[in-house]
T-cell receptor
Framework: SQQGEEDPQALSIQEGENATMNCSYKTSINNLQWYRQNSGRGLVHLILIRSNEREKHSGRLRVTLDTSKKSSSLLITASRAADTASYFCATVSFTGFQKLVFGTGTRLLVSP | EAQVTQNPRYLITVTGKKLTVTCSQNMNHEYMSWYRQDPGLGLRQIYYSMNVEVTDKGDVPEGYKVSRKEKRNFPLILESPSPNQTSLYFC??????????????FGQGTRLTVV
């Protein structure tokens, strides 16, 4: 299936540092979305970037998209302990827009 | 308040006993979907629906059924649950647009254990 792969699988940083997570996918996409999940809870949408966009910002979040490399990155600046969560990228296929396909996620731990 | 509601939140059942997990959304979304989440495997799509009476298989549909008789409801049915269906299940809904699915709203999850 068209599943994204996040890298790294786990990331541990100190408060105030930046956190960067990467996502690679396999086929052409319509858009790419990032979600956050606190332990065992429902996912919350963070940001959506369309295939014709290269960069997008939302507060402390910065997302880039490189369709030639089929990859995206999520940067969280000045991280806080409350950012501790799992982060998932999800792709919407260009040809099959019914499917929102998720990667395996990055577990982020931000220590005070 | 815009929300996706799943019930039950927790369920322990025995092998072979039919069960239904309900999902309801109040945002008039066309698109609804079911996922299961297992450690190390991320979220895998079970079934999705583009609108009333329009459903299709996701990546792991075996052992599951769905129906979409009303726009707001999308129940997940396990006719004969087995232990390998023990998992955390999520329902999601989204506004389907002509350029692809917009942000998805998720329910709080149903933790199912089949013994």
């Amino acid at each position: 299936s068209q599943q994204g792969e996040e890298d790294p699988q786990a990331l541990s940083i100190q408060e105030g540092e930046n956190a960067t997570m990467n996502c690679s996918y396999k086929t052409s996409i319509n858009n790419l979305q990032w979600y956050r999940q606190n332990s065992g809870r429902g996912l919350v949408h963070l940001i959506l970037i369309r295939s014709n966009e290269r960069e997008k910002h939302s507060g402390r979040l910065r997302v880039t998209l490189d369709t030639s490399k089929k990859s995206s990155s999520l940067l969280i600046t000045a991280s806080r302990a409350a950012d501790t969560a799992s982060y998932f990228c999800a792709t919407v296929s260009f040809t099959g827009f019914q499917k929102l396909v998720f990667g395996t996620g990055t577990r982020l731990l931000v220590s005070p | 308040e815009a929300q996706v509601t799943q019930n039950p939140r927790y369920l322990i059942t025995v092998t072979g006993k039919k069960l239904t997990v309900t999902c309801s959304q109040n945002m008039n979304h066309e698109y609804m979907s079911w996922y299961r989440q297992d450690p190390g495997l991320g979220l895998r799509q079970i079934y999705y629906s583009m609108n009333v009476e329009v459903t299709d298989k996701g990546d792991v549909p075996e052992g599951y059924k769905v129906s979409r008789k009303e726009k707001r409801n999308f129940p997940l049915i396990l006719e004969s649950p087995s232990p390998n269906q023990t998992s955390l299940y999520f329902c999601a809904s989204s506004q389907g647009t002509g350029i692809g699915i917009a942000e998805a709203f998720f329910g709080q999850g149903t933790r199912l254990t089949v013994v």
